[in-house]
T-cell receptor
Framework: GAGVSQSPRYKVAKRGQDVALRCDPISGHVSLFWYQQALGQGPEFLTYFQNEAQLDKSGLPSDRFFAERPEGSVSTLKIQRTQQEDSAVYLC???????????????FGPGTRLTVT | AQSVSQHNHHVILSEAASLELGCNYSYGGTVNLFWYVQYPGQHLQLLLKYFSGDPLVKGIKGFEAEFIKSKFSFNLRKPSVQWSDTAEYFCAVKAGTALIFGKGTTLSVSS
């Protein structure tokens, strides 16, 4: 399968620990998005990459959240000093088009469920 | 502020019943609208989308949605649901960079 993959699928962290969540987008997809989905809510936008450039990080909730995509493919979302409110499912999505593309179909990965204890 | 409201949190239907899930949006720019579905244990996948043209859009698995600009609505419909339609359904609007999602509607279909 050539879908979006994410690892780990589940992560339990103690409050104060740092975590790193990985996203492998569909090969050749230019755009990459991270979303946070709290229990009972829809996904909420965190950040957007076009190739290796982080063009929008307006949704990152605090400076403890950091994302990178250094070679324009794999992306990592890092959360420093985790807090209980960070518990959520973190979704990655990729799209073959740039932001203004007419299709703009985002393909989602299975998510990483983060639980902070 | 941009937002999406889904009126029904949980809908329970019997097989062959008709379905309509409500979605209202608040966004001042050019409207691009989506319905995503998440089947149990699976990831989000696109059901259908509206960008322009015919306000009645057809998606996969017999779903359709109608964009009514005057009502700021994009309701999802299916004439006859199946047990396999049991899933969570999310309405979303493209707002700048991001998709803004509603809170989702859980659909349970009994056979």
């Amino acid at each position: 399968g050539a879908g979006v993959s994410q690892s780990p699928r589940y992560k339990v962290a103690k409050r104060g620990q740092d975590v790193a969540l990985r996203c492998d987008p569909i090969s050749g997809h230019v755009s990459l998005f991270w979303y946070q989905q709290a229990l009972g809510q829809g996904p909420e936008f965190l950040t957007y990459f076009q190739n290796e450039a982080q063009l929008d990080k307006s949704g990152l909730p605090s400076d403890r959240f950091f994302a990178e995509r250094p070679e324009g493919s794999v992306s990592t979302l890092k959360i420093q000093r985790t807090q209980q409110e960070d518990s959520a499912v973190y979704l990655c999505a990729s799209s073959r088009e740039i932001l203004a593309g007419n299709s703009y179909e985002q393909y989602f990965g299975p998510g990483t469920r983060l639980t902070v204890t | 502020a941009q937002s999406v409201s889904q009126h029904n949190h949980h809908v329970i239907l019997s097989e062959a019943a008709s379905l309509e899930l409500g979605c209202n949006y608040s966004y001042g720019g050019t409207v691009n609208l989506f319905w995503y579905v998440q089947y149990p244990g699976q990831h989000l996948q696109l059901l259908l989308k509206y960008f322009s043209g015919d306000p009645l859009v057809k998606g996969i698995k017999g779903f359709e949605a109608e964009f009514i600009k005057s009502k700021f609505s994009f309701n999802l419909r299916k004439p006859s649901v199946q047990w396999s339609d049991t899933a969570e359904y999310f309405c979303a609007v493209k707002a700048g960079t991001a998709l803004i999602f509603g809170k989702g509607t859980t659909l349970s279909v009994s056979s």
